[in-house]
């Protein structure tokens, strides 16, 4: 998740919306009020959608009645109804929520609507693509943490493999926390 992220509000320009997105290299942003409550999101897709005009010498094509008052403000633009996660929800829930509505951002906002952060497709590709060496550190300090130093971590294309001793009962425990380290496809555990 990225912390502290742009936003914009409803009175942004149409172009000063895109230049933000075009220089941060982002696909989209939450559009707050001015207490930093979420109002929406914009996306690339709502930004450009009227931009570009229509070529006057198409004659093949239909005619389309261009709207009066093209819109100049975010505010004519963006998606009122964003699909938000909170900063307690984990990954899962975001990639649920992203592969569903074909979001490629979702804004994390607290109860009070307030905008935290903004998790995207490519944080949630970042951390699959962690090295074994990282996953493998992060899960031996989380076991030793537990007061298990004594379990053994391999990690080979993200599948990790946990070895420890025998009639401990805490295969289980293993398991978990290998689970929640970032960049883990699968778990296995055996006890010796």
Known sequence: MTTDPVTATPETTIKEAISLLARLGITAM?????????????????????????DPRAQE???????????????DVFTRAAVTVAPEDDAATA?????????KSLPVVDQNQHVVGVISRSDIVKQFARTDAVIAADISRLLTSTGHDDWLVEVDDGVVQITGPA?????????????TVPGVVGVHVTEL
Do not use: F, H
Request: charged share 25%.
């Open 95 to 103: 990639v649920e929520m992203m592969t569903a509505t074909g979001a």
């Open 30 to 54: 939450p559009i707050v009020d001015r207490k930093g409550r979420l109002r929406g999101i914009v996306s690339e897709a709502d930004l450009i959608e009227d931009v570009v005009p229509r």
């Open 167 to 179: 009639n401990t009962g805490t295969s289980a425990l293993a398991r978990v926390v290998a689970q």
């Open 61 to 75: 094509r239909p005619i389309v009645i261009d709207a009066l008052y093209p819109p100049t403000t975010v505010e």
